[in-house]
């Protein structure tokens, strides 16, 4: 069999490579048209679609064949539209361009009719004879979100910035003012333009002034911070010379490679005024209080003594009126006797008076004896010595659930109880007369009450019960007593550091609630 033989030089051989090359050319292209994310258009110099990639198709909302053969104008809204043709039949005819080889932003129409922000490049080229456009247009919706994020982001700080009540100052590392904002020029009363480009230094009296530099270049040399991400306070200097206390917040922040520094400061010669002043009232109050407790100190030493001096004849008197009754009735005429009679009572009346004044100034010269206290069993001791009254009123006395186990004076706080719980007896006049005693637990320091469903007291006299020998009632309706009682127990609990305040509505109930510790 006879064999084809060629020269190896023959053009058959030479051109499968170069067809090979070709190909190969070609397919690298279509695979980067094809992958490519922008979206890739050509049309020709009337304007008519030649070609599209998959990511115009993507972009535009249209299949290949919906555009290809079409004018390109049908993928733009107007006035782009109408102005299309004649700008590309001007750059045919003059070739002045506009966008050709620049590129630009303009808008682009989707098939659904919506429209979004592009940029456009355009570039020219010749196929043989045909002159060709290619434009590689990219969505940039999101690049003008962002930025109009951004921008609004930068008006938001301006306005933050530029209406701040704060002085707002930005230095950079070697202390020379960059920026200051409106606050910065009212506080200091220069305007911007003498301050920007100067040392921070001229807003400082000494000994800041002259500490200011050493300290930027330390802290920039070593990282010892004294002020900056702490804050202090220090003293600024005015353009006319005048001196204020003001506080001083710095931060650091790097800007493109720089550091920078920002110091917000507030003008604190008011809060600085005021704490002057309330630090002379707490001192004068202090003095006050002082002078308030010794001469409590010396009126309940007075009671005390005045009282216990008076025991003496005042027992004697009465002991003189018993003699008198006694070994001479028989020579006294009715009259007499009764004026006697009275004489003995009133003695008796102002004894008790008496010892009511010195157990009230004897509550103020002891110590407290504060130890925890079974509050059940404080009461229940109560109970027992009032036992007998109880039973005759027909009192019945309540507790809702057991009291708690605090801290305090467990006798004193038996005479809180002994005397709420006699004045509940005693003010009641009700058929079927109860007293309850309870507390309320709020998280904070231990309310305890008494309530019961006595007479009440009208409003306008709430506050004068707690007033020594003060009585609303009566001495023959309620029975006796010399006012003291609640004086004493108002005494009692604010020696705990407590306080007490009554609730009542007349004819229905009052409600004692008080506390032993300070409120907090």
Not at 70 to 81: C, D, I, T
Request: proline share 4%; hydrophobic share 35%.
């Amino acid at each position: 069999m006879a064999h084809d033989q060629r020269p190896s030089g023959c053009p058959f051989h030479e051109s499968r490579p170069a067809e090979q090359a070709l190909q190969e050319s070609e397919a690298r292209t279509r695979a980067i048209l094809e992958t490519a994310v922008d979206a890739i258009i050509t049309i020709d110099e009337h304007g008519i679609i030649d070609s599209v990639n998959p990511a115009a198709v993507r972009l535009f909302g249209y299949t290949t064949e919906e555009v290809v053969g079409r004018n390109v104008k049908m993928l733009m809204p107007s006035p782009y539209r109408e102005e299309h043709d004649e700008y590309l039949s001007n750059y045919v005819t003059t070739g002045r361009k506009k966008i050709i080889g620049i590129g630009r932003e303009v808008v682009g129409l989707r098939k659904d009719g919506s429209t979004f922000p592009m940029h456009l490049a355009v570039s020219e080229l010749w196929l043989g004879p045909r002159r060709m456009f290619t434009g590689i247009t990219r969505d940039i919706t999101p690049l003008r979100s962002a930025m109009q994020r951004l921008q609004d982001s930068e008006a938001r700080n301006r306005a933050i910035l530029e209406t701040a009540v704060d002085a707002i100052i930005t230095i950079d590392e070697h202390g020379t003012i960059e920026s200051v904002n409106p606050s910065a020029e009212r506080l200091f009363g220069y305007p911007s333009a003498d301050m920007v480009g100067r040392n921070v230094k001229m807003l400082m009296p000494s000994p800041y002034r002259e500490e200011h530099d050493g300290y930027l270049h330390n802290y920039v040399t070593t990282g010892r911070k004294k002020i900056i991400g702490i804050g202090r306070e220090v003293v600024g200097l005015r353009k006319d010379g005048t001196t204020f206390p003001m506080d001083l917040a710095v931060s650091e922040v790097r800007l493109e490679g720089r550091r920078l520094f920002t110091g917000i400061v507030r003008d604190v010669s008011e809060r600085k005024a005021a704490e002057e002043r309330l630090h002379y009232y707490a001192q004068e109050l202090q003095e006050r209080n002082a002078e308030l407790l010794r001469s409590n100190q010396e009126l309940d030493d007075f009671a005390y003594i005045a009282s216990h001096d008076l025991k003496e004849p005042l027992r004697g008197i009465h002991n003189y009126a018993t003699f008198l009754l006694e070994d001479y009735a028989a020579r006294l005429d009715e009259e007499g006797r009764g004026k006697l009679h009275t004489l003995t009572y009133l003695t008796q009346r102002m004894d008790a008076f008496i010892d009511s004044l010195l157990e009230f100034s004897r509550v103020g010269r002891l110590d407290l004896a504060i130890q925890e206290t079974d509050l059940d069993r404080v009461l229940a001791d109560v109970v027992d010595s009032l036992r007998i009254g109880l039973d005759e009123r027909g009192v019945e006395v309540r507790i809702p659930r057991p009291l708690p186990t605090i801290r305090c004076d467990r006798v004193r706080v038996g005479e809180i109880f002994r005397n709420l719980v006699t004045n509940a007896m005693k003010y009641n006049d009700k058929p079927e007369k109860w007293v309850e005693v309870g507390f309320d637990d709020g998280g904070g320091p231990v309310v305890l009450y008494v309530r019961d469903n006595g007479i009440g007291i009208r409003e306008k006299h709430q506050d004068a019960i707690f007033r020594i020998f003060k009585r609303l009632h009566a001495r023959d309706k309620y029975g006796g007593g010399t006012g003291a009682g609640l004086t004493i127990v108002k005494k009692i609990v604010e020696r705990h550091g407590g306080r007490i305040w009554v609730e009542s509505t007349p004819d229905v109930g009052t409600t004692f609630r008080f506390t032993l510790a300070p409120d907090r």
